[in-house]
């Protein structure tokens, strides 16, 4: 994939920084410069009944209507395209796969949108009839009917189409199977979660958790802090995350607390579900 254009080129380095994401490199993609790398895809890569899978390691930083992470689209009519991922305007996060203008039935729909500014794994699987979405290795939109091939494909990452809307985030890895790989979905999973995730955690590995509460990170895809504190001086509160290593980052809390006395307003709920102890 390529972008001649300077103004939409995104960008890798900041100030001689190279950006990242959970300590790994990532693309930043602007919406307002409408940044997108675009590319080819033979014929019958999508056109055929064999199936496919689109992968995305991801970090989208606002949920602006109809962002796209990634599509495969006709080049010659953008109206029949394959997107994953499209936050639409509704509040909900939906996949489309369809060969007509939006508003058709082949979509799958997320529950709720992945979350803004937080890293997130969106796959899709097609066995070239029937499709099905993850979002972070749990399954989110069910099966739907995937519609016939797409002549002549256009790759797009960073957009739904060429020419309109654009995402603005991060975007690590994509990758685009011309046949099914449900089978190896586990497989792929592990690859991916484990060199931008880090190994499994407790959450992870014993899932369906209702709530999870520790003072050590016990969830992978847990980005946000651990707890909430008080300081006694000035009632001035402040969130506390954890290192690298996954423990509670005892030097910013100390750092903030100083010598006063600490407090725990809020212990933050790593299950998913949003059950915060206050």
């Known amino acids: 994939v390529t972008q001649a254009t300077a103004s939409a080129q995104p960008q890798i380095v900041s100030s001689g920084v190279v950006l990242t994401e959970n300590g790994k490199p990532a693309i930043l993609f602007n919406a307002a410069s409408v940044d997108v790398l675009t590319g080819a895809l033979d014929e019958d890569y999508t056109a055929g009944t064999g199936g496919y899978a689109m992968i995305g390691v991801t970090d989208i930083a606002s949920n602006d209507d ?36 939006l508003g058709t039935s082949n979509t799958a729909t997320y529950p709720t949108p992945p979350v803004a500014d937080a890293f997130s794994l969106l796959e899709w699987y097609s066995d070239g009839s029937l499709g099905i979405g993850y979002y972070n290795g749990s399954t989110v939109a069910g099966r739907v009917t ?23 985030g991060s975007i690590s890895e994509v990758i685009v199977y011309g046949v099914d790989q449900s089978s190896n979905r586990t497989e792929i999973e592990t690859n991916i979660l484990d060199y931008y995730f880090g190994e499994e955690l407790l959450v992870n590995q014993y899932s369906g958790a209702a709530a ?16 909430r504190v008080r300081r006694s001086s000035d009632n001035d509160e402040q969130d506390i995350g954890f290192t690298s290593s996954g423990d509670l980052d005892t030097d910013a809390l100390t750092t ?8 725990v307003t809020t212990w933050y709920d790593q299950s998913g579900n949003g059950k915060n102890a206050t």
């Open 256 to 263: 903030f607390v100083g010598a006063n006395n600490g407090y």
């Open 146 to 168: 995937v519609p016939t091939g797409i002549l002549n494909p256009a790759l797009a990452i960073g957009a739904q189409i060429i020419g309109s809307r654009y995402m603005t």
């Open 66 to 101: 109809f962002t796209g992470v990634v599509s495969i689209y006709n080049s010659s009519d953008a109206a029949k395209r394959r997107i994953l991922y499209n936050y639409n305007d509704d509040d909900t996060g939906i996949l489309i796969f369809n060969d007509s203008p």
């Open 212 to 227: 999870a509460y520790s003072l050590r990170k016990i969830n992978r895809f847990h980005t946000g802090p651990l707890i």
